[in-house]
């Protein structure tokens, strides 16, 4: 009967260990300090750069369109005053499901997730109402929405304990993890930034 006891706990203290080892194998990377500081400069960065660009413009500046299809540089902001406010509520969903992103494998690289903010020669059709650049008339309070979500973003990257490389976001089809959805918030107004900057470099840009 020792014996037996003896044989039990030491299968105990082996299944034990054999947890214990197997445990960090199976989780995901964490997201790291670095992974945080990224966030947190390109927040910053993408925030500050849509505020300079539009500093001072006339209402004929805010209002000028190259051509009929394309977007005001008041259109623009209004873009991200409406869009913006989704990607944040998607992006909390994903957090309160089951971390997975160790079962999962990314669809994109994080240098993909940036080279989309900076790459204009592919354009894409906006959707999901995402589309509806008159939901604000006066660039003041689009501009307005658009740097007090910012502030909340912001302060969530700063001092939130999710890891937002465990969970996976698919809302828009490939699967990638949140944090690379969080970076994507910020590229995705670093492509607009480039829109301003062509419609303020167009040849017909009024001078004032």
């Known amino acids: 009967m020792p014996n037996t006891v003896k ?23 964490p997201m790291t300090n670095m992974d945080r500081e990224h966030l947190q400069v390109h927040f ?11 500093r001072g413009l006339s209402p004929a500046q805010l209002e000028y ?35 997975d992103m160790n079962s999962k ?18 354009h894409t059709k906006t959707g999901g109402g995402h589309e509806k650049v008159d939901t604000y008339k006066n660039l003041d309070q689009a501009l307005g929405k658009f740097q007090a979500l910012r502030a909340i973003m912001i302060d969530y990257i700063k001092a939130t304990q999710d890891d ?12 990638i993890d949140c944090w690379q959805w969080m970076l994507e918030i910020s590229t995705h ?17 009024p001078k004032k």
């Open 164 to 175: 937002l490389r465990a969970h996976s976001f698919g809302e828009y089809g490939e699967v």
């Open 105 to 122: 494998k990314s669809a994109a690289t994080d240098a993909d997730i940036m080279w989309y903010g900076i790459d204009r020669v592919v």
């Open 7 to 29: 044989t039990v706990r030491g299968l105990t203290l082996l299944l034990g260990s054999i947890c214990l080892f197997t445990l960090p194998l199976l989780a995901a990377p």
């Open 65 to 99: 369109k190259a051509s009929p299809d394309r977007w005001s540089i008041r259109e623009v902001v209004s873009h991200l005053a409406v869009a913006e406010p989704d990607y944040w509520r998607e992006i909390q969903k994903a957090l309160k499901e089951p971390a």
């Open 189 to 205: 107004a670093e492509r607009h930034i480039q829109q301003i900057r062509e419609i303020k470099n167009d040849p017909n840009f």
């Open 44 to 54: 910053e960065m993408t925030t500050q750069m849509v505020a300079e660009l539009v």
